[in-house]
Structures are given as C-alpha cells and as structure tokens.
C-alpha cells in the first residue's frame, strides 16, 4: 500500500506537467474557428496588393462567422494575411510572406514576417538595418486599416525578441541603450524611403 502510495505521489507532477505541455496559446487551446477566406484574384487589402490564393484571417463579429468563408468579410476586421506556400511580396524591399495583426488589442500595429529562404538584395540603410536584426519587424501605425509600406503612417518599435521599445520591462536590459539607437536609426533610415505602390509577387527558389 506505501509504495502504492509512493508512486502516486511521484506520478502527480509528471500527469500535471503533461497536462500542461502542448499548449502556449494564452488564450486557450481549443481548435481556432476565426473565419478567414482565400482570394480568388488579385486584390487589395490593407492597402496591400496580395495575390490569388492568399488567405485573410478576420476577427469574428458573428457566431456564425468561423473556419473558411465563401466570401470576403469587412477588410477592417482582417487579422492576418498570409501569402500562399512559397510565395511572398516585396513589402519595404524585403520579401514578407505573412503580415500579423498585434495580439495586444490596446497596441495598433502590426508584424511582418519575412520570407526566410527568399534572397535579398540590401539596396538601402533601412534593409540594411532590417539585416542587422535579422528578425521580423514590429510596427505601430496610426491609420489601423493602412498595412502598406507607408513610412508617414509607421514607427518600427521592434524586431524580433531582442529589439524591442525601452518600456518598464526592459528599462534594466544591459543591451537596451544599444536598442534605443538601433530603433531611432531604423526609424530615421525609414523616414527617407517613398511609400510603396507596388507589391511584386517572388517565389521560392526550388531545391
């Protein structure tokens, strides 16, 4: 009956840290029904020419709206837009492959994901930059409905987990004063570039 016992005890932990592996999303693990939609043509959301097979993640504003949608919804309630498989834009001169709207509902902004396997060409001191941190950017904006390339409607307040805005979390990072001067380079580098009308189509370089 004691080493019953025993390996009860032993085993409580083990059953509960199983429990909670597998599962990081802070708002719960059950399967995501947001409704989202794939294009069908060529066509501009966000302020943002995508191509055909595109898919459009949206904020649900209905019960009924979940999973896969035979019709667009409202484009201000687009959440995601995720380039098809091997396939990106050229979004500020780096090819990006899925632009994410911030989780945090009181900060306006948006990620960009670049296309890891697609090669770039570092024409100017914003990509240059962007290279140097070698991350995904993270960007505030004032108009919440404009995901274009439009340095008039953007700040960059971070890139990756490394570069990220001075704020009470990090006030004490060794590396932060560093930070600081990276964001106000890329900020300024940002500032001297058109904003983007185009967005070209590239694909990945087959293996």
């Known amino acids: 009956m004691t080493q019953i016992f025993k390996l009860s005890a032993l ?35 966000k302020g943002v020419m995508v191509p055909v097979g595109t898919k459009l993640v949206y904020k649900s504003q209905k019960s009924k ?28 001169g780096m090819p990006a492959n899925d632009l994410l709207q911030f989780a945090n ?7 960009v994901y670049r296309a890891q396997e697609v090669p770039v060409v570092y024409s100017n001191q914003f990509l240059k930059l962007w290279k140097e941190c070698d991350s995904d950017l993270n960007i505030s904006i004032k108009n919440k409905n404009d995901w274009s390339f439009n340095p008039s409607n953007m700040k960059i307040i971070g890139c990756g987990i490394n570069y990220q805005e001075r704020a009470s979390y990090n006030t004490n990072n060794p590396r932060q004063v560093k930070v ?28």
């Open 180 to 207: 600081d001067i990276f964001l106000i380079n890329i900020n300024k580098a940002l500032q001297e570039l058109p904003q983007q009308k185009e967005y070209p189509v590239i694909h990945s370089p087959k293996n």
């Open 11 to 45: 085993s409580l932990p083990i059953l509960l840290l199983t429990g909670c592996i597998g599962c990081y999303n802070p708002t719960g693990c059950n399967r995501d029904t947001s409704p989202y939609f794939y294009t069908t043509q060529t066509t501009q959301v």
């Open 105 to 111: 509902s009181e900060m306006q902004g948006f990620t």
């Open 65 to 92: 709206e979940k999973n896969e949608q035979v019709n667009p919804l409202k484009e201000e309630n687009i959440t995601s837009i995720k380039l098809p498989k091997d396939t990106a834009i050229l979004w500020g």
